[in-house]
């Protein structure tokens, strides 16, 4: 080891001992910064990572590398001592070791210099670390290679350039074998074997933070192959062509050969293996999590997990299939083979081709793929099929990737979430196959079925409603096996009074009719261990309508079962468009389309009165014009234990087709005294922020008596753009968020008293330089105010604005004490005269054509919620508007990505399925800059200029004072 240290000791001594240490990094740093915040227009791209920095790095290592191998074994060669080293008592592979290790320091030094640029972004937003050790990494071993090849090609000539060529040439091939100008040409299975050779792109793995053996062991293998051809390079100088050293020159070649074949071998063994890697990122986003594992290591039947590829597919898509594989093949491994995992090409099966087109409609996607002489269009198939039983989720391209446009107009195409994408088909495959004996048989806690019945007061419609429930309650105890209990409550006879009931059920008797001063009992209640659940019941059902209300409480309370999410959106669209009998448009068909990923999706019509029993989680969507009958059904839904999830503010979009410009009105009728007394109040204002998202609008210039219109981005401080800053991060509805626009967006407030006993969490903030506008005026008027186009609030008005609220918790009703808008009914419109008198005494009455109408009411008005009651508010619909969606896709922005990932997040913390959240939550994001000037940004970049300046003076200073106190060199120690 002393030998392999004292050769490279000499080699840095001549290095510094003259300028082209400095000369060779000062040349590499230049060119990495300027790749860095010109080419990759670091701050235009506004995340806080440095893949621009490693994007070039292969390329940029190639030259370095070039450079400072050329000179190695060619200049020993022009100026004649190689002759000398040869004689040295030193083996050849020491020698090797010392040049090698001497240059690799060299690059070392190149590649710390350039940390002034992640210290920057790490200062600037929240960087996640590993890619970044991932990357620098990366950039040694692939370096190493580079190393061992231009130290061969430096042996073979006495000429430094022609050296330099041959090296850049050499590490050119083996970067071009795995980039996408060839790989297109060869499809899935030769763009794979290509994309295994090429160093380009084995560094792309490594540099997104995932440290595999198969990347470490290539680049090892092919440093090691160049040393092995070196040494023989050099030995073979030493060779003479006689008969006597014909042995020993074969033995040589026959060792070279099998080690070679050794490391093929190995190459080839390794690459067959997906799960020896290490995943340096902040949340492990490349491997599979624990969640995922625990919900794929029991499963009782075999689930297939089926990939389509076709071998010829688009380009972009190309490189992403060797990923989508991995992931797969860990669902396999990781449920001891419940998973079968699978790969075809349905273009050589037509069977198999007809099954996905017929059974599942997988279809295959034309993509046109344009080459340098021609455009062409291919069908191919991207897809990907989870099945469990009769059930199945198929996931297509648009469903798994991410497009990212980049300031040279090429397209960055990513996996989005693989492992969310995956893990939540699954769930839904999974527990839509599930029965109800499956829920059974996993509750391990004690289930009882009560009734309680006054069967003597009752009236005679729910006479017979007794007997139902028992039927049902005997079927379902058969299908429990023994784990359903039942148990019947008389109040009248029974040891349980009215106080007793009220305490331990929180029930009450219900009045026969509104008029009447006779009452009964007629509950049907479900416990699981300590939980209780009340079932509705109403006159008019029946034995099966009876068993869904049980069954929808059951798997409400149970987990394996695929929840139901009920949406309530306004009628929208021009009263013309209805008075021609066409259908309004719907300004919420983005959030429509992405909730049925995970849930089934159901459209709630309030004006019954009540919510049906199977909804787990209720979305208002701006709601406005509601009756008092429909915000009572949201009430008591809130107080049966649901979750009701309200965007509501005080003003929405005023989508008049007729109008030139947008509006935006004031809400009525919606529930913002609902909310109100539930400790939430919904101001009747707006906010503006600083800090907000730019809003496109078309500008007229003058050009040399020309007017050209053009869009322009703007400050627009209605597009409160909030960052990690403004959330509470420790809230797991904030999970994977990066940032979040609120459009048009109401300030709330909290009754702290009216939400005692309750979790409560505030969600989202905005920034302190924010002011509430109580106008309706959404126009900016940049004449009168040039900076922001509104008018500033005062500096001591300016503050954080509460904009989004979660609580859970107890609950009171609304309605305590005011009228049961059920009563509307009965009392709209004129009665009959003896109307109470017939109610009093039928519980119904007979109107003019005698029919009778009942009067009873469906239930007792709840008071007071569970505990596990959940209310989330939001002081903006429109963040999930289509209009506004439509906005920033025009402007080439995806922060509607982050609008429809908040309100995903709400919803499964609003159905607490916490599995999906831990998934998503780890998930790769883009992590956003903080907000900047450009004077800042200016600042900042010069920054890293002067930081690399000074190193490099460093360097000089250093390699000078060598060569002032440059002495004989030992090359060995005495």
Request: proline share 5%; charged share 20%; with cysteine.
């Given at each position: 080891?002393?030998?392999?240290?004292s050769i490279?000791?000499k080699?840095?001594?001549?290095?510094?001992?003259s300028p082209?240490a400095?000369?060779?990094?000062?040349?590499?740093?230049?060119?990495?910064l300027?790749?860095?915040?010109?080419?990759?227009?670091?701050?235009?791209?506004?995340?806080?990572?440095?893949?621009p920095?490693?994007r070039?790095?292969?390329?940029?290592?190639?030259?370095?590398?070039?450079?400072l191998?050329m000179r190695q074994?060619?200049?020993e060669?022009?100026?004649?001592?190689m002759?000398?080293?040869?004689t040295?008592?030193v083996?050849?592979?020491?020698?090797?070791?010392g040049k090698?290790l001497?240059?690799?320091?060299?690059?070392?030094v190149?590649?710390?210099?350039?940390?002034?640029?992640?210290?920057?972004?790490?200062?600037?937003?929240?960087?996640?670390?590993g890619?970044?050790?991932g990357g620098?990494?990366?950039?040694?071993?692939m370096?190493?290679?580079?190393?061992?090849?231009g130290?061969f090609?430096?042996?073979?000539t006495d000429?430094q350039?022609i050296?330099?060529?041959?090296?850049?040439?050499l590490?050119?091939?083996?970067y071009?074998?795995?980039?996408?100008?060839?790989?297109?040409?060869?499809?899935?299975?030769?763009?794979?074997?290509?994309?295994?050779l090429?160093t380009g792109?084995?560094f792309?793995?490594i540099?997104?933070g995932?440290?595999?053996?198969?990347d470490?062991?290539?680049?090892?293998?092919?440093a090691?192959?160049?040393m092995?051809?070196?040494?023989i390079?050099l030995?073979a100088?030493?060779?003479?062509?006689?008969?006597?050293?014909?042995p020993?020159?074969?033995?040589?070649?026959i060792?070279?050969?099998l080690?070679?074949?050794?490391?093929?071998?190995?190459?080839?063994w390794?690459?067959?293996?997906?799960?020896?890697?290490l995943?340096?990122?902040?949340?492990?986003?490349?491997?599979?999590?624990t969640?995922?594992?625990?919900?794929?290591?029991?499963?009782?039947?075999?689930?297939?997990?089926?990939?389509?590829?076709?071998?010829?597919?688009?380009?972009?898509?190309?490189?992403?299939?060797?990923?989508?594989?991995?992931?797969?093949?860990?669902y396999?491994?990781a449920?001891?083979?419940?998973?079968?995992v699978?790969?075809?090409?349905?273009k050589y099966?037509?069977?198999?081709?007809?099954e996905?087109?017929q059974?599942y409609?997988?279809?295959?996607?034309p993509?046109?793929?344009?080459?340098?002489?021609?455009?062409?269009?291919?069908?191919?198939?991207?897809?990907?099929l989870?099945?469990?039983?009769?059930?199945?989720?198929t996931?297509?391209?648009?469903?798994?990737i991410?497009?990212?446009?980049?300031?040279?107009g090429?397209?960055d195409?990513?996996l989005?979430n693989?492992?969310?994408?995956l893990?939540k088909?699954i769930?839904?495959a999974v527990?839509?196959?599930q029965?109800?004996a499956?829920?059974?048989?996993?509750?391990?806690?004690?289930?009882t079925?009560t009734?309680?019945v006054?069967?003597?007061s009752l009236?005679?419609?729910?006479?017979?409603?007794?007997?139902?429930?028992?039927?049902?309650?005997?079927?379902?105890?058969?299908?429990?096996?023994?784990?359903?209990?039942?148990?019947?409550?008389d109040p009248?006879?029974?040891?349980l009074?009215?106080?007793e009931?009220?305490?331990?059920y929180?029930?009450?008797p219900m009045a026969?009719?509104?008029?009447?001063?006779?009452s009964?009992?007629?509950?049907?209640?479900?416990?699981?261990?300590?939980?209780?659940e009340?079932?509705?019941?109403?006159g008019d059902?029946?034995?099966?309508?009876i068993?869904?209300?049980?069954?929808?409480?059951l798997?409400?309370?149970?987990?394996g079962?695929?929840?139901?999410?009920?949406?309530?959106?306004?009628?929208a669209?021009?009263?013309?468009?209805a008075m021609?009998?066409?259908a309004p448009?719907?300004?919420?068909?983005a959030?429509q389309?992405?909730l049925?990923?995970?849930?089934?999706?159901?459209?709630v019509?309030?004006?019954?009165?009540?919510?049906?029993g199977?909804?787990?989680?209720?979305i208002l969507a701006?709601?406005?014009?509601?009756?008092d009958?429909?915000r009572?059904?949201?009430?008591?839904?809130?107080?049966?234990g649901?979750?009701?999830?309200?965007?509501?503010?005080s003003?929405?979009?005023?989508?008049?087709?007729?109008a030139?410009?947008l509006n935006?009105?004031?809400?009525k009728?919606?529930?913002?005294?609902?909310?109100?007394?539930?400790?939430?109040t919904?101001?009747?204002?707006?906010?503006?922020?600083?800090?907000?998202?730019?809003?496109p609008?078309?500008?007229?210039?003058d050009i040399?008596?020309?007017?050209?219109?053009?869009?322009q981005?703007?400050d627009?401080?209605f597009?409160?753009?909030i960052?990690?800053?403004?959330?509470?991060?420790?809230s797991?509805?904030?999970a994977n968020?990066?940032?979040?626009?609120?459009?048009?967006?109401?300030?709330?407030?909290?009754?702290?008293?009216?939400?005692k006993g309750r979790?409560?969490?505030?969600l989202?903030?905005s920034s302190a330089?924010?002011?509430?506008?109580?106008g309706?005026?959404?126009?900016?008027?940049?004449?009168?105010y040039p900076?922001?186009?509104?008018?500033?609030?005062?500096?001591d008005?300016?503050?954080s604005?509460?904009?989004a609220?979660?609580?859970?918790g107890?609950?009171s009703?609304?309605f305590?004490?005011?009228?049961?808008?059920r009563q509307?009914?009965l009392?709209?419109?004129?009665?009959?005269?003896d109307?109470?008198?017939?109610?009093?005494t039928?519980?119904?009455?007979e109107d003019?054509?005698?029919?009778?109408?009942?009067?009873?009411?469906?239930?007792p008005?709840?008071k007071?919620?569970?505990?596990?009651?959940?209310?989330?508010v939001v002081?903006?619909?429109?963040f999930?508007n289509?209009?506004v969606?439509?906005?920033?896709?025009s402007?080439?922005?995806?922060?509607?990505l982050n609008?429809?990932g908040?309100?995903?997040?709400?919803?499964?913390?609003?159905?607490?399925?916490?599995?999906l959240?831990?998934?998503?939550?780890?998930g790769?994001?883009?992590?956003?800059?903080?907000?900047m000037?450009?004077?800042?940004?200016?600042?900042w970049?010069?920054?890293?200029?002067?930081?690399?300046?000074?190193?490099l003076?460093?360097?000089?200073l250093?390699?000078?004072?060598?060569?002032r106190?440059?002495?004989?060199?030992?090359l060995l120690?005495?």
């Open positions: 080891m002393n030998k392999i240290l490279a000791k080699e840095l001594k001549a290095y510094f001992g082209m400095a000369l060779f990094i000062g040349a590499f740093l230049l060119a990495t300027f790749s860095f915040f010109w080419l990759e227009t670091f701050f235009a791209r506004n995340t806080a990572d440095i893949r920095l490693f070039w790095m292969p390329l940029l290592m190639i030259f370095l590398v070039s450079a191998t074994w060619s200049e060669q022009r100026m004649g001592t002759e000398i080293l040869m040295l008592p083996k050849l592979s020491q020698l090797v070791a090698f001497a240059v690799l320091t060299l690059v070392t190149a590649l710390l210099l350039t940390a002034g640029l992640p210290l920057t972004v790490s200062l600037l937003g929240d960087m996640d670390w890619p970044v050790f620098y990494l990366g950039a040694l071993l370096a190493s290679a580079y190393i061992a090849i130290l090609i430096s042996s073979r000429n350039i050296a330099l060529i041959l090296t850049v040439l590490s050119s091939f083996f071009l074998l795995g980039s996408s100008g060839l790989t297109n040409f060869m499809g899935n299975t030769g763009g794979e074997l290509l994309r295994s090429g792109s084995r792309a793995s540099e997104r995932v440290i595999d053996l198969r470490l062991v290539y680049y090892f293998s092919l090691a192959f160049f092995m051809l070196n040494i390079s030995e100088k030493r060779w003479s062509s006689g008969d006597n050293t014909a020993y020159r074969r033995g040589i070649i060792s070279a050969v080690i070679s074949l050794n490391l093929l071998a190995l190459n080839l390794l690459n067959q293996t997906n799960y020896l890697r995943d340096l990122t902040e949340n492990c986003e490349y491997s599979l999590s969640t995922s594992r625990e919900l794929i290591a029991n499963l009782p039947e075999p689930l297939i997990l089926r990939g389509y590829f076709s071998d010829k597919t688009h380009p972009l898509l190309s490189p992403l299939v060797p990923r989508i594989k991995d992931l797969m093949h860990e396999g491994i449920s001891n083979r419940r998973v079968e699978s790969f075809i090409d349905p099966d037509a069977e198999l081709e007809a996905a087109n059974q409609g997988i279809k295959p996607v993509f046109q793929v344009a080459g340098r002489y021609e455009a062409s269009v291919v069908n191919s198939y991207f897809n990907i989870i099945k469990y039983g009769d059930q199945h989720v996931l297509g391209f648009n469903d798994i991410e497009i990212q446009p980049r300031n040279d090429q397209m195409v990513s989005r693989l492992e969310y994408d893990s088909s769930k839904k527990y839509g196959f029965s109800l499956a829920i059974f048989e996993k509750i391990d806690q004690d289930i079925l009734t309680v006054t069967p003597t009236p005679e419609q729910l006479a017979s409603m007794p007997e139902q429930i028992e039927k049902v309650a005997a079927e379902l105890q058969k299908e429990a096996m023994g784990k359903l209990n039942l148990q019947k409550i009248e006879h029974g040891t009074g009215q106080e009931l009220k305490d331990l929180g029930i009450e026969v009719s509104f008029f009447s001063q006779d009964f009992y007629l509950y049907l209640l479900l416990s699981i261990g300590e939980k209780t009340s079932i509705y019941l109403s059902m029946g034995e099966a309508e068993r869904n209300e049980i069954e929808a409480v798997k409400k309370t149970s987990s079962f695929l929840k139901t999410i009920g949406l309530w959106t306004p009628e669209g021009d009263p013309q468009m021609m009998q066409q448009p719907s300004q919420y068909q959030i389309q992405v049925p990923e995970n849930y089934n999706l159901e459209k019509d309030l004006s019954s009165g009540r919510v049906a199977e909804i787990d989680a209720l701006a709601p406005q014009e509601l009756s009958l429909e009572f059904a949201v009430d008591q839904y809130l107080m049966r649901g979750a009701v999830i309200a965007l509501t503010g003003y929405v979009l005023d989508l008049d087709p007729y030139q410009s935006v009105k004031k809400v009728n919606g529930i913002t005294e609902l909310l109100s007394h539930y400790g939430i919904v101001a009747e204002s707006l906010v503006l922020d600083r800090q907000n998202e730019p809003f609008v078309p500008v007229t210039r040399g008596g020309f007017s050209i219109q053009e869009i981005r703007v627009y401080p597009f409160v753009d960052r990690p800053d403004g959330m509470d991060k420790e797991p509805v904030m968020i990066p940032a979040v626009t609120m459009n048009w967006v109401s300030p709330l407030s909290i009754d702290s008293e009216k939400n979790k409560l969490n505030t989202l903030r330089n924010s002011w509430p506008s109580s309706s005026n959404i126009q900016p008027d940049f004449e009168l900076e922001l186009g509104f008018a500033q609030g005062e500096a008005s300016m503050e604005q509460i904009l609220i979660s609580s859970q107890s609950f009703s609304f305590t004490d005011k009228d049961d808008p509307e009914k009392n709209a419109g004129p009665a009959p005269l109307m109470e008198e017939d109610i009093a039928n519980g119904s009455y003019s054509d005698n029919q009778a109408q009942p009067t009873l009411p469906d239930t008005l709840i007071k919620s569970p505990d596990s009651s959940r209310l989330v002081g903006s619909s429109e999930i289509d209009t969606i439509s906005i920033s896709q402007m080439n922005q995806d922060r509607f609008s429809l908040f309100l995903q997040n709400i919803v499964d913390w609003s159905v607490e399925d916490e599995e959240l831990v998934i998503r939550s780890r790769a994001h883009a992590r956003i800059l903080q907000p000037s450009r004077q800042e940004q200016t600042f970049e010069w920054l890293n200029y002067g930081f690399a300046l000074l190193a003076l460093a360097v000089s250093y390699g000078g004072m060598r060569r106190k440059e002495k004989p060199i030992e120690p005495s």
